[in-house]
């Protein structure tokens, strides 16, 4: 009986001498977002993303932040975020221009219902992936994207005020993702639309 306590401690004790050897350290994206902002001018509010958050860290950084009743009409995105989201900025129904710098993946639900917003605005034109319901309800009138390759589920959802989606680069994009929207759409190389069932 001895014998086999003995072997099992000294197994415990070299296992916990492995473990921290052989761990990985945390990548950029394994690690927590830290998010900064800034307000230029009345009305407008800069943030700034280390790491990579989601669009849920994103809405409750700006709703912690002290505004005193000043209503946001235009937001600065500059950083990284995850196509992951079921919150987003629409409670925010004065947000009227959107700019997303060094941003590749557009969180789900991002802009939903943000009825004044009628700009997007894609600074260094890294925008790759637009998440489910990013932009849906929202007044977005012409958009234009050089390097989006897919546009999920609902995208653009009954963006009324949507007259015209261009994009060279946009190969995918799922169902009804421009339900409700658009007269002008040019997409020369646009390979698939995918059709996701909807429970």
């Known amino acids: 009986m ?3 306590f003995y072997a099992a401690l000294i197994a415990v004790t070299i ?9 990985k ?17 009345e009305n407008y509010i800069v943030l700034n993303i280390t790491g990579v958050a989601t669009g849920d860290e994103v809405l409750h950084y700006i709703k912690a932040m002290d505004l005193q009743g000043n209503q946001i009409k235009r937001l600065k995105i500059v950083g990284d975020m995850t196509t992951y989201g079921n919150q987003g900025i629409y409670t925010f129904d004065d947000l009227e221009e959107l700019e997303l710098d060094g941003t590749s993946d557009v969180p789900s639900f991002l802009a939903y219902r943000a009825p004044k917003l009628t700009k997007l605005i894609d600074t260094s ?4 992936n637009i998440g489910t319901y990013a932009f849906a309800y929202s007044g977005l009138e012409d958009v234009e994207l050089e390097n989006v390759d897919f ?3 609902r995208a653009f959802l009954e963006c009324l005020s949507l007259t015209s989606f261009k994009s060279s680069s946009l190969r995918n994009m799922s169902n009804w993702a421009f339900s409700g929207s658009l007269t002008i759409f040019e997409a020369p190389n646009l390979f698939s639309i995918l059709h996701i069932k909807m429970r």
Do not use: G
């Open 25 to 41: 350290p945390a990548t950029a994206e394994e690690q927590e977002a830290t998010i900064t902002s800034t307000i230029p001018s």
């Open 2 to 4: 001895k014998k086999y």
């Open 15 to 23: 296992l916990l001498v492995l473990c921290p050897i052989t761990s």
């Open 125 to 128: 034109h890294t925008i790759k």
């Open 151 to 153: 546009l999920n589920t």
